[in-house]
């Protein structure tokens, strides 16, 4: 089968083709280059042309909670049965915004594990899932009425890791700040769990968003910093050189000001426990968006890897909006080549999954996204999710 369409990204952050078409067979990308070369190469290949479209690699996804649902209105419901099918509706939901692979940052024990079996058995037809099972707080500490495991402790650190591992976890997550500038965990404890992961040949990610939590993590050496909403050029800096990557997460507290803001003005309703901690905090997330607002494209040049992340999990609010992850990318300073990379080649890396997916490439698996319009021109033709195959299969069609 040959995709072609006018506008081809590759992924790498630096190359468009005009015209461009990629080869697909047997769920492998065998050919990529101009449309009309390939064509005659392989005349009796089968041909989808989405003329004005752009095709460019199935996006990721790097900071999920598949299966959050603690901000649903009927909370009494959830039970295990429920919550496990919330979150393949949810990991369903990803196709249609262009993403093919997952990183869930902390979802109820044992959810992603079986969740990825269910689509290895053919039970449901979900992305890519890549997990960190249950994530690890300090007791009291942020996440800790959201199922995250509660470890005090050098010693239970390592135990935890340990057990969430054994138990299938992919990668570890600490969350070590909330919305206030005390850390949690003491630095003894997040370099142990560090060493912990790295010994084992473990990546960890940790949730830092304020000041010193953001420079003891970037210290202990986590592998991905989650939000580092008030990080410095100078901790950036640091983190090229250690070879750490940052998820922003724009769009949420983007989305968690504005959401306040309207709550402050207009009213709400405040019944559910979610929305009201987002309203107590709005004074958090003001100056959390105007950080992202100020600061990204200074952060950006240094050079630091950027992964795209949405972790969105209010009630109401849209599922995995990498595309408007991208738009703010793209509003604060860089290109939207740039913008892509963040979501396709640079997360396929940190993940180790360079040699499978993230670009489109000779050899790579055809995860392969169609969105209406230039990509490369204008961020907002992601918003156009024309169709998505996974490894090859088409996995999602839009109805106009
Ligand atoms: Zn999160």
Redesign the pocket.
């Given at each position: 089968m040959i995709i072609a369409a006018q506008n081809l990204v590759t992924g790498d952050g630096a190359t468009l083709l005009k015209d461009g078409a990629i080869v697909v067979d047997k769920g492998i990308i065998c050919e990529v280059g101009l449309g009309r070369e390939i064509m005659s190469r392989y005349p009796d290949e089968s041909v989808v042309d989405y003329g004005k479209a752009t095709i460019l690699p199935g996006l990721f996804d790097m900071?999920?909670?598949l299966g959050?649902y603690y901000s649903q209105p009927d909370l009494d419901n959830y039970d295990d049965f429920l919550i496990a099918y919330y979150a393949a509706k949810q990991a369903e939901t990803a196709f249609t915004q262009g993403i093919t692979t997952i990183r869930d940052?902390?979802s109820p024990h044992n959810l992603c594990k079986q969740l990825r079996l269910a689509g290895e058995k053919g039970y449901v037809t979900i992305p890519r899932l890549i997990h960190t099972d249950a994530g690890i707080c300090m007791t009291g500490g942020h996440?800790h009425t959201d199922g995250i495991e509660q470890v005090d402790g050098v010693d239970n650190i390592r135990a935890a890791i340990r057990r969430q591992h054994r138990d299938g976890a992919d990668w570890i997550k600490l969350l070590t700040s909330h919305r206030s500038d005390i850390p949690e965990f003491t630095q003894e404890e997040l370099n142990a769990a560090v060493d912990e992961c790295h010994r084992r040949n473990i990546r960890t990610a940790v949730?830092a968003g304020t000041q010193p939590s953001i420079e003891m993590c970037i210290n202990a050496g986590f592998d991905t910093i989650?939000?580092g909403t008030f990080m410095t050029v100078a901790q950036a800096e640091k983190m090229v050189e250690n070879g750490q990557a940052w998820t922003p997460?724009i769009t949420?507290y983007t989305y968690l000001y504005e959401y306040c803001r309207k709550l402050q003005a207009e009213g709400g309703d405040l019944s559910n426990p979610v929305a009201a901690a987002a309203a107590r905090d709005c004074a958090y997330f003001e100056p959390a968006a105007r950080a992202y607002r100020d600061n990204f494209k200074r952060l950006y040049a240094t050079g630091v890897t950027v992964l795209a992340?949405s972790?969105m999990?209010l009630y109401g609010a849209p599922p995995m909006p990498i595309n408007r992850e991208l738009g703010y990318m793209v509003e604060y300073g860089i290109t939207p080549l740039e913008a892509i990379r963040t979501a396709t080649v640079n997360p396929a890396r940190v993940l180790g999954l360079a040699a499978v997916t993230g670009q489109l490439a000779i050899g790579l698996t055809a995860d392969v996204l169609v969105v209406g319009g230039d990509a490369a021109t204008d961020i907002a033709a992601l918003n156009d999710v024309k169709c998505v195959y996974f490894g090859g299969k088409m996995v999602y069609q839009s109805r106009q």
């Open positions: 900071h999920v909670h959050y940052l902390s996440g949730h989650e939000h997460t949420a992340g972790d999990v």
